[in-house]
């Protein structure tokens, strides 16, 4: 059983990888929104790390809002009697 502090701190640690991930692909969509469409002006950066800034929030805001949310993958295990995948998620070790 993982302690609560570890739970969090996971959460925590995933929340700003995903922001910083957010802030930096708003802030390259920005940059090159500037160069192409806007003549250099500074705008469109700020625009797209003000997006980048509140998708990475929300995000954060969704995740630890959840206690219970299990992080997993989606495991094709077989197929049924149609023809079609069957799947199993396997949880993540924390």
């Not at 995903?18 to 802030?23: E, F, G, H, T, V």
């Not at 980048?52 to 009697?81: E, F, M, Y």
Request: charged fraction near 20%; include cysteine.
């Amino acid at each position: 059983m993982a302690r609560s502090e570890d739970v969090l701190g996971e959460k925590v640690d995933r929340c700003f990888a995903d922001s910083l991930l957010k802030i930096t692909g708003g802030v390259a969509i920005g940059i090159v929104a500037s160069v192409a469409f806007f003549k250099g002006r500074s705008f469109p950066i700020w625009l797209g790390s003000g997006i980048g800034i509140g998708a990475g929030w929300s995000n954060c805001r969704h995740d630890l809002a959840q206690p219970t949310l299990l992080h997993g993958k989606k495991v094709i295990i077989g197929q049924d009697t149609e023809g079609k995948p069957s799947y199993n998620i396997v949880v993540e070790k924390i």
